[in-house]
């Protein structure tokens, strides 16, 4: 394999307009159609998650801060 370069070509683009028209034909499209019903109860099931794991988290945040100033000695510094 050899790897030759020619730097005083000219520059040519490597496709052009032209090219890019005769070579449509080979390009196929795909498009991924899911039914509006899966999508809807995708997000409303992603919803509600999201609002148990909300939910979930701040009474474990209310719990530990509560434990915390249960627990916790006050430290006064005087400077």
Known sequence: MSFEFDLTAPFL????T????E?????RPVQV???LLEI???LQLSTVRRLQMASCVHVELNVLARRVEENSKVIIKLF
């Open 13 to 16: 683009p490597e496709f052009s």
């Open 33 to 35: 159609v899911q039914a």
């Open 23 to 27: 070579h449509r034909h080979k390009i």
């Open 18 to 21: 032209k090219d890019q028209s």
């Open 40 to 42: 809807l109860d995708f």
